[in-house]
């Protein structure tokens, strides 16, 4: 593997179980003048030695998997390892040794998914299920493969306060979350996904840490007041003692892939992170896992969230770029979301023509270095080059719908007929599609923001700065309390409801939408560039031509109400519907839709609709 620097070895934090009894505990802390290692269970204390670097190290015997351990600092308080693999009774107590070397791993012949084959289903791992815990996602693995589902994403498992959290307050990156099990339910999860044919990823968080139990700063300078974010203190990426952090956080992304075979991360808001190095931290990070997980002959998915428009996240490293592997795509969402709702509050005002749509389904970002009447400058750059695997796009997900106030769902803002176009408008654009827990069948409970923080002062400041975060879109409700445990239990999915009226309808329809993609080459592709449009905004319609050398889908996208008349000129020789949206079998009101469409026939197209028809090339 590279190194960061010829001076500055490579050193893994934690306790690394070795085996017969034997475990080296490992931490970065420059700042104590002294450390030391305490066994609770024992009323053991022993002093660790100091190392290059700042590091501080012990290799001890009979130490036992599961032994509960904690720092002492300066004689004078216990800390949590910063590197703990598990906190089995939360963020404030005793860390847990682990033992990553004796799973009984059955995954050795598993080669991954390619990213164009990608469908990913983002779900919280909390309400999920009814048990909300790891080893209760399991049953549910054949559901979501039926579905035409290839890749689960899990939100941050990451260690965080109390018994409920979307995942963005962690406190410890290396350690799954207690309130889903433990490291062993973990890995049970992916060894059975990866069995019966589905990849998993993660979503990690590198742009900062959560407020309670956040006692890294106490070990070094893992955080720095040069930058701000949103959420918390920036992490230390570029000032003094920087190496080290740095090295915290890429073994942090080899870990989860190395130790736990997760194929691929997810990292949240790169925004956020701020590093002015000659090299950036993520290019750092995606060369070293890269050079890494070569071995592994799987494949490893790298995927940015930004809203920067910024092409450099996937663009090489060879051509000044992160080298990530795709990025998520807000703009897509916003142009689809303005069209289906008509919202245009907040950051909506800068979407709501189907010509947004049209930039979106064939360039990628819709600003692309224009001005933008929400962030009130110019912003963005031209991906119209770059090809449809280094995107991808959704049309509902833990943010857009958790940072409403009322965790709204797009079917509680619209008719199931604006759902079913959405739905198509995303299964047919050439990119990588994620779709969002239950959004296949139109769940009817919302996904709300929730925590069990256990400080009064910080619990009243987040509820504070929920409202204070609702300002710009003039919600004039009162958002549900955070902190309540009713909060958490209203976004729990209602999985029952799946086989019924309605919602059997829309699942039935999104498992048709999936295999039509799948079986079908034009719409399997993710080359960007044989993706073409033409906008008849007289009639609210997107035409989109999707081609391909054994055969071509056109889809007729209706965003507007009544019936729209349009004469067949894409079509050449004789044309098989695919799909109608608004046939009854997926509870449509049913529609004049021709099983064949020759060149110059009339499509009667009704509200909120698309109807697609293939045509093989002669």
Not at 23 to 38: D, H, I, K, M, Y
Not at 490 to 515: A, D, F, Q
Request: with cysteine; charged share 20%; net charge negative.
């Amino acid at each position: 593997m590279s190194h960061m620097l010829s001076n500055a070895p490579t050193i893994i934090p934690g306790a690394h179980y070795l085996g017969d009894g034997r475990c080296n505990f490992r931490v970065w802390a420059p700042l104590p003048g002294e450390l030391s290692l305490q066994f609770p269970s024992e009323n053991k204390t022993v002093p660790l030695e100091k190392k290059t670097y700042g590091y501080w190290e012990a290799t001890l015997e009979n130490i036992r998997p599961g032994q509960e351990y904690i720092y002492l600092l300066d004689g004078d308080r216990t800390r949590p390892d910063p590197a703990s693999f598990f906190q089995p009774t939360g963020v404030h107590t005793a860390s847990a040794v682990v033992d990553h070397t004796s799973f009984p791993w059955t995954d050795n012949s598993w080669k991954g998914i390619e990213r164009s084959e990608l469908v990913i289903y983002e779900l919280h791992v909390g309400t999920f299920t009814p048990e909300g815990t790891f080893d209760a996602v399991i049953d549910r693995i054949d559901q979501l493969l039926d579905l035409g589902i290839t890749a689960i994403e899990l939100l941050p498992v990451a260690e965080f306060p109390g018994a409920r959290n979307w995942g963005y307050d962690g406190v410890y990156p290396y350690a799954p979350s207690s309130a889903y099990g433990g490291p062993d339910d973990l890995k049970r999860l992916v060894n059975a996904c990866h069995e019966k044919g589905m990849a998993i990823l993660l979503d990690v968080v590198y742009n900062h840490l959560g407020p309670e139990g956040n006692y890294l700063w106490e070990f070094g300078p893992y955080f720095t007041n040069k930058y701000q974010t949103p959420w918390g203190w920036a992490i230390n990426f570029d000032g003094p003692h920087s190496d080290q952090v740095r090295r915290y956080f890429i073994e942090n992304a080899a870990y989860w892939i190395e130790k736990y075979h997760f194929d691929g991360l997810r990292f949240d808001a790169i925004h956020g992170i701020f590093d002015f190095s000659a090299k950036h931290i993520l290019a750092q990070l995606t060369e070293e896992v890269e050079s890494r997980s070569r071995g592994n002959h799987r494949e490893i998915h790298l995927i940015a969230e930004s809203d920067l428009n910024d092409r450099k996240v996937v663009e090489t490293r060879a051509d000044g770029g992160f080298g990530m592997h795709a990025q998520w795509m807000d703009d897509f969402h916003h142009a689809l979301h303005t069209l289906v709702t008509g919202e245009s509050i907040g950051y909506y005002e800068d979407f709501g023509s189907i010509a947004h749509l049209q930039k979106a389904y064939t360039n990628g970002y819709v600003y692309t270095w224009d001005y933008s009447r929400h962030r009130k400058r110019h912003f963005g750059s031209d991906s119209n080059d770059l090809q449809g695997d280094r995107f991808v796009v959704c049309i509902q997900n833990h943010d857009q719908i958790g940072n409403r106030m009322l965790g709204d769902r797009l079917t509680h803002l619209v008719p199931a007929a604006h759902a079913r176009l959405a739905a198509t408008a995303l299964l047919w654009a050439p990119y990588v599609p994620l779709v969002f827990m239950g959004e296949e069948y139109a769940e009817t409970s919302p996904f709300l923001y929730f925590v069990s923080h256990g400080d009064p002062q910080l619990v009243e400041a987040v509820r504070e700065g929920r409202k204070n975060e609702f300002a710009s879109f003039k919600w004039d409700k009162e958002p549900p309390d955070p902190q309540s445990e009713t909060t958490f239990l209203e976004s729990k999915l209602h999985w029952e409801s799946r086989g019924e009226g309605n919602h059997e309808k829309m699942l039935s329809y999104y498992r048709e939408l999936l295999r039509l993609r799948r079986e079908t080459p034009a719409l399997a592709s993710l080359d960007k560039s044989s993706c073409t449009s033409e906008l008849l905004p007289e009639s609210d319609l997107l035409i989109t031509i999707r081609s391909h050398p054994k055969g071509s889908v056109v889809t007729a996208h209706h965003f507007g109400d009544g019936q729209v008349k349009v004469q067949d000129r894409w079509t050449t020789g004789t044309g098989i519907l695919l799909i109608c949206s608004a046939d009854t079998q997926w509870g449509g009101p049913g529609a004049d839709c021709s099983q064949q469409t020759r060149p110059n026939d009339t499509w009667h197209i009704g509200p909120w609709s698309c109807i697609s028809y293939l045509i093989p090339n002669e």
